[in-house]
């Protein structure tokens, strides 16, 4: 297998296009070769008068000695799993979200046939109770944009981006192609499937899930378990179930599985997490800041990942959504929670982003490990009344927060959050900490992206789910305290959006299969 690294392409063209191209820059003869795939695809616009495509492929060719100055790779092997397990019970994995599901597709695959227990609605009727609620106002608190099939990240920009170096990452994405996403989440740089996409590939991994022998079972909320001789009693809403294996797949807004955690010593851990806003910006403009206005390319809509070293705090971007909304992410009435979300296309007027500060595990006094979450519950709770207690978001122009002042008016910039939003002071949210580093970090920011803190810029409130508040420990079997129960994901403690929290439903199912039976 050849490799082909930094391949400049300045035009628009084929995958096709894109080999013949390399075959011709390395001189390679085209009946040499037996195969090729793209790995990488980025655009480079540190020049903005001379944006290119950045691409890499590995061409496997008949005799590899025939080009010994091209760069050689070996073909990637999959990661073997060996199957142990015996047992006559069906493991359990209480929630849908890309953890809990890629746990239930890895363990199908190998023959074994889970039990899916999920509080909220299958996605098709799912997206009826999130529009609803983006409608009318009227929330279901078991069925909303946190839970439900395929948990919070069906109603994002499904962003398959990671900070994390795994192999399994190539199997994360393949197996989102094999179901029906776009070719090209398995080589671009930024991969991102679109709330669109993810909804109908859900659908077609429950479905292979079942025809596997898997089980799901829907409004069925886990309320608690029971523990005898090695089985596990688990007990839901409307049925009871056994197992001699329980995952945990909760996903961060799982806050009464971590109060029955607590209540029965299973150890956890505070955690550090992130709190903040939500920006708006016009895309365009953050196009013409990233690209420049010269270049000719087909690009897709520009994105931005920043960072801001305070003197105490940390204020980063996360989950920027390009062409996309701000929703409704409340799992609790008399709550806001507020997301991104954009569609594949990513083709709307306005670009948001995440605004978020560190928030320490130490920064709370006593030996609550459920503190930071009761943080969150107070800023959600606060958003609500100062929107006006009745699921409108509060808001505020970027110019009127830095000055601490209540906006009065909206300028060009057309805020996207539904059902309402009301006009407010978004200071008196925050600690005086996460004010000052939000402030400092979004002056930071425009010296980045050009326009950043424009002053009809909105600001929405709040954020507080981005990361879960606690770690539920584990042991190196993947294991809680108790045997057999495996905390797994992002509510967790485990992991940090869709890619990862996929990872890891990979890593459990295979302790569970390859786990001898005692």
């Not at 191209?21 to 090729?36: F, G, P, S, V």
């Given at each position: ?106 363990l199908s695959e190998y023959g074994y046939k889970p039990i899916i227990i999920e509080q909220g609605s299958k ?396």
């Open positions: 297998m050849l490799r082909i690294d930094n391949l400049k392409i300045y035009e628009d063209i084929t995958e096709e296009e894109v080999f013949y191209e390399a075959l011709k820059k390395n001189k390679i003869e085209k009946q040499d070769t037996l195969d090729y795939n793209i790995v990488k695809k980025s655009i480079d616009a540190r020049n903005k008068n001379n944006v290119y495509y950045n691409y890499a492929l590995n061409i496997e060719v008949k005799d590899e000695n025939k080009y010994p100055n091209i760069k050689k790779v070996a073909i990637e092997e999959k990661i073997d799993i060996i199957p142990c397990r015996k047992s006559s019970y069906k493991p359990i994995i209480v929630g849908s979200g890309p953890a809990g599901l890629f746990c239930a597709l890895k996605v098709e009727d799912r997206v009826k109770a999130v529009e609803e609620y983006r409608n009318t106002g009227v929330l279901n608190e078991s069925c909303n944009v946190q839970f439900g099939e395929g948990g919070a990240g069906t109603f994002s920009d499904g962003k398959l981006t990671t900070g994390v170096s795994s192999p399994l990452i190539k199997e994360v994405l393949d197996t989102f192609y094999k179901f029906g996403a776009p070719k090209e989440i398995t080589y671009i740089n930024k991969p991102h499937i679109g709330t669109d996409n993810l909804r109908n590939i859900i659908v077609n991994m429950r479905k292979y899930i079942e025809e596997k022998g898997g089980e799901y079972y829907f409004n069925t909320k886990f309320l608690d378990y029971e523990k005898k001789d090695g089985v596990f009693k688990v007990i839901c809403n409307n049925k009871t179930f056994e197992t001699d294996t329980l995952v945990l797949a909760i996903g961060h807004s799982g806050r009464d599985t971590y109060k029955l955690l607590k209540s029965k010593n299973i150890p956890m851990n505070r955690k550090n997490f992130s709190v903040g806003l939500r920006i708006e910006h016009k895309q365009k403009k953050i196009n013409e800041s990233q690209y420049g206005t010269k270049t000719k390319l087909k690009l897709p809509p520009a994105e931005y990942k920043l960072v801001y070293h305070g003197k105490d705090r940390t204020c980063y971007t996360f989950c920027m959504c390009p062409g996309g909304e701000v929703i409704a992410s409340s799992s609790e009435n008399g709550a806001i929670v507020t997301n991104g979300m954009s569609s594949f296309k990513r083709d709307k007027e306005n670009a948001n982003g995440a605004l978020l500060v560190n928030v320490l595990a130490t920064d709370f006094s006593g030996n609550d490990v459920l503190a930071g979450m009761y943080f969150q519950e107070e800023l959600e709770q606060k958003a609500f009344k100062l929107g006006g207690s009745n699921n409108y978001a509060p808001i505020q122009r970027v110019e009127d927060y830095l000055n601490n002042r209540k906006s009065t008016k909206i300028g060009e910039i057309i805020p996207t959050y539904k059902p309402g939003y009301t006009l407010a002071n978004l200071n008196e949210l925050f600690p005086e900490y996460i004010n000052k580093t939000l402030k400092e970090g979004i002056i930071d920011f425009d010296k980045k992206i050009h326009g950043f803190a424009t002053p009809d810029a909105i600001l929405t409130g709040v954020e507080t789910r981005s990361s879960a508040p606690i770690t539920i420990l584990r042991n190196d079997e993947l294991e809680s305290s108790e045997k057999n129960l495996y905390p797994c994901g992002e509510g967790a403690g485990y992991a940090g959006g869709i890619t990862t929290a996929a990872i890891d439903g990979i890593k459990i199912a295979k302790k569970i299969i390859e786990k001898i039976d005692s």
